[in-house]
């Protein structure tokens, strides 16, 4: 089994920036895919960014292209999601997922088999 740790998130202004992390544990040692989801209260979940095991292949949401940075330390099995230029509209729980490397399924829609507990963001104006 592998758990999945969120930590990061917090309360900040329109416009600021905060980097939340993830720290995977157990059963790591194949390695694992990486991404980033969030959800609105009441909406859908929604992707926002995934990274792959092995190689340099990063994917982003629409609506974060440009604005958020994710990035991982294989080492530490810890992947970031650095979010700057930060909107209300990013105000979510924000969820980490992970799951075994699947070079041929696409980040943004494959299953994710790991998620974390979500850590809250919100963005005041």
């Known amino acids: 089994q592998v758990q999945l740790v969120e930590s990061g998130g917090g309360l900040v202004q329109a416009g600021d920036s905060l980097r939340v992390s993830c720290a995977a544990s157990g059963r790591t040692s194949s390695g694992l895919d990486m991404g980033w989801f969030r959800q609105a209260a009441g909406k859908e979940r929604e992707f926002v960014a995934a990274?792959?095991?092995?190689?340099?292949?990063?994917v982003y949401g629409d609506s974060v292209k440009g604005r958020f940075a994710i990035s991982r330390d294989n080492a530490k099995n810890t992947v970031y999601l650095q979010m700057n230029s930060l909107k209300p509209e990013d105000t979510a729980v924000y969820y980490c997922a992970a799951g075994p490397p699947k070079l041929y399924d696409s980040l943004r829609t494959r299953t994710y088999e790991h998620w974390g507990q979500g850590t809250q963001v919100t963005v005041s104006s």
């Open positions: 990274i792959r095991w092995r190689s340099s292949t990063i």
